[in-house]
């Protein structure tokens, strides 16, 4: 269902929205009318019900035609509706999941400063407790589906001590007063998933829109970016076979010394080392995705399959625009395309150093 969906409705689209950065909110609908936005969690949230192999296989799909479509679901499934599901009460999953499983609702995650990326602790966003509601100040950059969004999961510092900070978690709607959608970034992939800036400005936030307790919102943060990186590596799992997929058609057409690309061994070669890099990154996610559905530790093997997915997806989408010459480097071929969307995967939701360092704790490597 879902390869034909990307198939039919996505993969038409793709590079007119990456030219536009239009956020695709026709399909967004379509996905939503299909089940995907809440495709890891219970029926009683309007959910489907399903795993985190059967939602890692999902976006894959989609990415393997558009990568911004890929982000766009995992931004919404695994940073906003996963922390809401597991930290937050009865009474605000039912009054938000439902509506963000059902796609009345699209979700976004909002960690990211200028100057705190990978350091969560050099936060700025302030939350003040005053008394009946939090006020929130500050400002979130590079927020995934932030034009479009309609509901944040939103991280700010609620105290200190020393210069130890408290970080807490808030479910923010759109409207509420004082919160400002800031411009849209241009960036170089992922063109339509809509990444803009959140100002708060004296922001009004609802007691009870506080998730769990005070002070734990870190602890909230690296559960829903374990979540992340699965859907990241899927991401680039997709994007990466796009990519061969493309090429693979590509040389078996294109003709140079009277022969044709496909013929030459180096060519096939090549695409045999990335689909073989491929396939094994593939499986870290189905493994790290299965590992989750099984309650077992998974946060190391979510690295490592981020860490190797979003590697291979670069090398391939770069070595595949080798093959395609200077066609490649035109908005002609989805090539192009696919390099920048890829680029990206080594990036949000951790960095390769972050992913090794996970890595290398799990392995008590200190």
Excluded at 34 to 46: D, N, S, T, V, W
Excluded at 253 to 259: A, D, L, W
Excluded at 339 to 350: F, P
Aim: with cysteine; hydrophobic share 40%; net charge neutral.
């Amino acid at each position: 269902m879902v390869h034909d969906f990307a198939v039919s409705k996505i993969r038409p689209l793709a590079a007119q929205i990456d030219r536009t950065g239009e956020f695709p909110r026709a399909s967004v609908r379509e996905m939503a009318h299909m089940g995907l936005l809440g495709i890891p969690f219970p029926e009683r949230y309007g959910g489907s019900e399903m795993d985190t192999l059967a939602y890692a296989q999902t976006v894959e799909e989609l990415s393997k035609y558009c990568g911004a479509t890929g982000a766009i679901l995992a931004a919404h499934t695994s940073l906003c509706c996963a922390p809401i599901y597991r930290f937050g009460t009865e009474e605000q999953r039912m009054r938000y999941l439902t509506k963000l499983c059902a796609g009345e609702w699209l979700g976004a995650f909002a960690l990211t400063e200028t100057d705190a990326g990978c350091d969560i602790f050099g936060q700025q966003t302030k939350a003040e407790d005053a008394g009946d509601h939090w006020v929130l100040n500050g400002i979130k950059t590079f927020i995934t589906n932030g034009g479009a969004a309609d509901v944040f999961f939103v991280l700010a510092v609620t105290g200190q001590s020393g210069s130890a900070k408290w970080i807490s978690a808030f479910i923010v709607e759109r409207d509420f007063p004082g919160l400002v959608i800031g411009r849209s970034e241009e960036t170089t992939g992922i063109r339509a998933s809509s990444v803009c800036r959140l100002v708060f400005r004296d922001c009004i936030v609802p007691k009870e829109n506080l998730v769990g307790r005070p002070g734990r919102g870190l602890e909230y943060a690296g559960a829903a970016l374990d979540d992340g990186c699965i859907a990241i590596a899927a991401q680039a799992v997709g994007i990466a076979e796009g990519a061969i997929q493309e090429t693979v058609s590509h040389v078996r057409e294109r003709e140079q010394f009277g022969c044709r690309l496909s013929q030459f061994q180096h060519t096939q070669f090549g695409l045999a080392q990335m689909q073989a890099g491929t396939e094994a990154a593939r499986l870290l996610v189905y493994q790290a995705a299965c590992a989750k559905d099984a309650g077992e530790a998974f946060s190391h093997r979510a690295a490592m399959a981020k860490l190797t997915a979003s590697r291979n997806a670069s090398d391939v989408t770069s070595r595949c625009l080798q093959l395609y010459g200077r066609y490649g480097c035109t908005k002609d071929h989805p090539i192009e395309r696919m390099m920048r969307d890829a680029k990206i995967t080594e990036i949000y939701g951790g960095t390769p150093e972050v992913q090794m360092m996970k890595i290398a704790g799990w392995m008590g490597v200190k």
